[in-house]
């Protein structure tokens, strides 16, 4: 079986066939990657950042191809596929920057203490160690950055653990070359290529093939709430259940006092349609609640005009245009929110941008409302400034949450605001916009359920600690300890000793 | 309702009966902890560290009148008993210690930076925040380490969320007791007595009336595998699904060479015993699988001869005492073993300690010889020391495993060894015994699964990252951040800052 990739700016066929795995090829690929699982495991922090390096090179060796197959098949323009190139390429370099550190083992030595309380205590040293062969979901939306060789796959090599990426059938042929260079670093590292394997094909079954099986021994992905809550389900009924690090989308909630409005409504009207439409509002982090003062007509005024001006890309897929067009219909036929249109974009997977205004009563009785849609579109809810508080209280957890505010608003009005939203988000915004999440230490990409399925973030490097785990080292000798706990600590690494 | 606490010594009823929570008590108990949340969630290091030591002070106050509930309601001996309530207010003191630092929120603070690649970056700082109201679930066997106040809670109230713990019903006034000693420390804090509740009774619903709460975030747990997979069901069934920390017990392998038998085989015979049979056998660290090489007879009457001499205290309750002679019945039945036994305990809920010799190619046929039996029970299993290698690799995941080795060992078995058990268990122990946990920082206690449902460990202070999640704060001002991230550090925590 082969499948093609579409092209979605006029629906033609890109490139030539893919060939479709099996299940025997799946399963096979798993087999492979778990020959080598121990022997990646071993290598000294020096030799891991050495590889991630080589992998960041590689990537960037193949821009020019990147750049070519991504545009083509997801539709997005040649500078937001070149920031992404550059976004996937940092991402293993910081990895390579923290490995280097040893810090990520997390060493921790507490040396035998026989005056120890309650009683004696033994040598005890622990290190992070990797958990084996994870299995990658690459995202529709980020073809690069979020794809098989992303932040997932990025994390997941950079803690020793080698990885089967499903491809994401949106972008096969990107996905393809990822692979390549990937497996041209490790050939040039020496490592065997079975450590990075990618998967592809349309067969919904491969999602199953890779999540049930007994060698995968933990699951990143991101994507739709429907998609998550099944690879969740398949690793309940597994026989040993394995973690499921899920980024399942959200709302983003955006809440905008009138002293923001009167400080610079113009500025914030157009930042707030342009943070909803980029990528053709296929972000997970794009505002698809914006929560306005009842007062703010004017306001709204400006949000309509600068909107009908705006035309965005084609969506990624035939199957995600069908859904944006269904789902704008029908809140629109429901009669119960004024709508907001941009210019149709009739081509391809072309749809029109639509900003939907209603207020708070109405969308608490219309579920569709308060749900996401995936593409250029947003709930823009009037409500009075002080209900803020208990809207907020009313709200799912969420990857971001924002407050758009001045220096004039109420200082304790907005503090209640802020300790509300960040009970209910991963992170929470001032005076910003959710969309571009910057991958640094502190960054936090991963809220409440249902935005996330754990307590972890998946951009930055605190995304490498899903796929380790601790284990603890009792009274060893030095010859026999593990590298990273000797005394002599061969490979440098950070030691905590207690 | 009522239920009556039992003495294991004699089957007898002990202290007055003991009134059971109705659902509307169970769900008044979250209530009032939830609405105390927000207020603890904010409380300084200082004062939570000042709580945690108010805590243990008032347990210590309490000694005398615990000493006698708990050896009362569990059977096991004083000294036992002294140690555990020195444990369990050491854990606070260990906590109150961290937590003064800060370092358990993991500040990190990336500042504005407009030159960062691949884009400019915004001020984010992020911080470890606590969840909410956490259900805590005591274990039988430690009546006060692993109890309403043990481990769990501890790390639970040290990162800042209100507890309402089930008290086991094998041991209600030491739970009574305890819950007194934490609400008399939090009101000498000027605390709400709201934050810690304990709830008792022996209707099985009680626990998913808790686990269901919309209001409880996260589930602490310790006991059997059986009731482990409950809470992970009544999770996953939730609206919002919610962490369950579920520490399900263990075989706790542990491979004797020739090496060692011959350096110190009276010393190895014993220390097995005797680690099998502490605590009647009720640890979750017991040696439950022994594998000595083939050529290992004379050791084996060793272990018999010291056997023969020893007799237990009872089991902690009559389920418990009922399952562990049923067990012991069908496997010596089963005639594909053989049997030793220790001296008989006939009164109450006294037990007859067994242990069993068998050879790997029946233990595979036999699947009750690979499961945990709870009591004062082992399976020593003959084989190959050649063979040790293949048989580690078809072990489950275990809290433990521990290698009795010698220095004349060969070097490359041991680490091939090491290697394997070092993917299979949390902690790796070498010529050491099991049980007996050390509560410091390098501990690990929790391994892959069906020792734990998650890669934590519920035993010493890295057990406090399972109640907290972070959250990013970007772009705010000084005044509206969280203490612990502002530039001025009123709370001087400690700041990772990049």
Redesign the interface.
Known sequence: MTFNAVQPVDGSVYGEAIHENTQSEVQDAISRAKKVA?EFASLSPKATAELLRAIADSIEGKREALVASACAETGLPEGRIG?EI??TT?QFKLFADLVETGRHLRV???KADPN????P??D???QN?P??VVAIFAASNFPLAFSVAGGDAASALASGNPVVAKGHPAHPHTCATVESAVKDALKKCNLSEDIFNVVQGVNPQITHWLGSHPDIQAIGFTGSEAVGRIL?KIS?ERE????VFAEMGSLNPVFVTQGAITERSTDLAKGLVDSALLGSGQFCTKPGLVFVPKSASAFLDEIAAHLATLKVGPLLSASIAERYSKAIAQIAASGAVKVLSGQENASGFGVTPTLFITDWATAQKNHELLEEHFGPTSVIITADESEYVSIAEQL??QLTATIQGAASDN?AS??SL??IL??R????????FPT?V???????HGG???SS???T?SVGI?AIYRF??????????Q??L?PALQDSNPWKVEQ?I?
């Open positions: 121990k920031g550059t976004r940092v921790v030595i507490d120890y309380s309650p009683a205590r033994p005890i040293r622990r160690q958990l084996g969740i309940s040993v259940p394995i973690p799912q957890g200082v907005l503090l802020l300790s960040s009970e988000a991963g992170r929470v915004i001032w005076n910003g571009g910057a991958v640094t230490e502190a960054m936090q409440p359920w249902p399925s754990t307590h973030t605190d380790m785990r601790p284990v603890a080292y009792q009274s060893f000798a010859d026999v593990p905590r207690n």
